[in-house]
């Protein structure tokens, strides 16, 4: 997921003129970040949302809500603005949660929105999805990158919270382990642990025939 060194020149440029207010950089980094955006919400709705919001309905809605609330972003620089885009995902998710879990509305008896997100990524943004996935998985190679990303997230939603916020946060977001530590309240060794051990678990559970 690193960038070569004239495309991290770009984007800090982009990052600078987004926050003096250029909409038209906001946009050009929504862009770039577009495909880790997706395998974001994908992989944090988990099965419940997943199965009843589109998530590139959740995607649009963010974007939308970064470039209405550009004056918010004070800080010209990339890490800042990955963080900001990956906050306001997470947010929104969390509403759209909450919403579905309220007292009195018993999900487990709805009828969930039949392959609302499992068909909605098709061409260009499946392979982008895919490609984000393999940063932190090992895909079969014999099977349908459909199939795969669905397999690779199925197991997703078998790891625990702080599983599943360790590794997007490394391979989606793409936070370094200090940055990681800052935002889970951890010391950096404990990030790494925790990191190391949720991914050799997503290898296990890969590998086991019964998933």
């Excluded at 984007?11 to 207010?21: H, K, P, Q, S, Y």
């Excluded at 709705?45 to 004056?71: F, Y």
């Excluded at 099977?143 to 919270?161: C, K, P, T």
């Excluded at 702080?162 to 951890?186: N, P």
């Amino acid at each position: 997921m690193e960038r070569p060194p004239d495309d991290r020149e770009d984007t800090r440029a982009l990052a600078e003129a987004a926050a003096a207010g250029d909409a038209s950089a906001v946009e050009a980094l929504l862009e770039r970040y577009l495909p880790r955006l997706r395998a974001f919400v994908r992989l944090r709705t988990g099965p419940l949302l997943r199965a009843r919001e589109s998530s590139s309905d959740i995607v649009q809605s963010v974007c939308r809500e970064v470039l209405e609330n550009i004056g918010r972003f004070q800080h010209p620089s990339d890490n800042a603005f990955r963080q900001w885009l990956f906050k306001t995902a997470l947010r929104k998710i969390g509403h759209r949660r909450d919403f579905y879990l309220a007292e009195k509305r018993d999900v487990l008896r709805e009828v969930p929105i039949t392959g609302s997100g499992e068909r909605e990524e098709a061409g260009v943004a499946e392979s982008q999805l895919f490609d984000v996935y393999r940063s932190f998985s090992s895909p079969s190679h014999h099977a349908l990158v459909r199939d795969e990303i669905a397999r690779i997230e199925s197991v997703f939603d078998q790891l625990g919270d702080a599983e599943r916020e360790v590794i997007t946060l490394a391979h989606v977001v793409g936070l370094s382990r200090a940055e990681i530590a800052q935002e889970m309240g951890k010391s950096p060794g404990a990030v790494r642990v925790l990191l190391h051990r949720a991914l050799a678990k997503v290898v296990d559970l890969l590998a086991d025939p019964t998933d």
